[in-house]
């Protein structure tokens, strides 16, 4: 089955310092996904997604096959980061429907 | 920039009874989806509908639910009997397209549903 694991659920950094969101995945083809995100009282949205290999708010991500991973990284944390972000997939068959991980509550103090 | 509208942002309801969430999806996309997340659990995906049908459901997605799209606008749940294991945030959300890739979900605000 498919299965997208995010081992943290609260990731607590301080403002300038480096975060790393972990997430891995267990597919057996080549899934595509995605990193979303929920600031507080907002609706849950897309953050980045790795066929676009973009950097947005900073962010980045890469999908490494070897370690099914697909960690969101960002070198320097900004308080305005603080949210709930969630790793999700689908898997390369035409399905739409996504999978999401358990998510991560990153919390950047000040 | 347009967005997916949910209501009621709350509903309560006994047991047994039938509920029905409502959504108005962005107007020029044509896939709609419902998924739901019990409190302090993953996001998990019901069902998915493009040209007035299902297009593809889980597991959970079983015959107390239905889906409907009653006019060119909006998108409906229905629980017909609800259970008290139904009690979740449900999340409505649309694409203009059905590549996930290209056509990103947009996700509403949810209705918190609670079973009582």
């Known amino acids: 089955a498919q299965r997208v694991t995010q081992p943290e659920k609260l990731l607590s950094v301080f403002k300038g310092a480096p975060v790393e969101l972990k997430c891995n995945y267990s597919y057996s083809g080549s899934p595509e996904l995605f990193w979303y995100v929920q600031y507080s009282r907002q609706r849950l949205q897309l953050l980045l997604r790795?066929?676009s290999r973009e950097s947005i708010k900073g962010f980045t991500a890469d999908l490494n096959k070897g370690e099914t991973s697909f960690h969101l990284k960002k070198p320097f944390a900004q308080e305005e980061d603080s949210a709930m972000y969630y790793c999700?997939?689908?898997?390369?068959?035409?399905?739409?429907?996504?999978?999401f991980g358990s998510g991560t509550r990153l919390q950047v103090q000040p | 920039e347009p967005e997916v509208t949910q209501t009621p942002s709350h509903q309560v309801t006994q047991m047994g009874q039938e509920v029905i969430l409502r959504c108005v999806p962005i107007s020029n996309h044509l896939y709609f989806y419902w998924y739901r997340q019990i409190l302090g659990q993953k996001v998990e995906f019901l069902v998915s509908?493009?040209?007035?049908?299902?297009?593809?459901k889980s597991e959970i997605f079983d015959d107390q639910f239905s889906v409907e799209r009653p006019d060119g606008s909006n998108f409906t749940l229905k629980i017909r009997s609800t259970k008290l294991e139904d009690s979740a945030m449900y999340f409505c959300a649309s694409s203009e397209g059905g590549d996930l890739d290209n056509s990103p979900l947009h996700f509403g605000n949810g209705t918190r549903l609670t079973v009582t």
């Open positions: 999700a997939s689908h898997p390369d068959t035409g399905r739409r429907a996504l999978t």
């Open positions: 790795h066929i």
């Open positions: 509908f493009y040209n007035n049908e299902i297009s593809e």
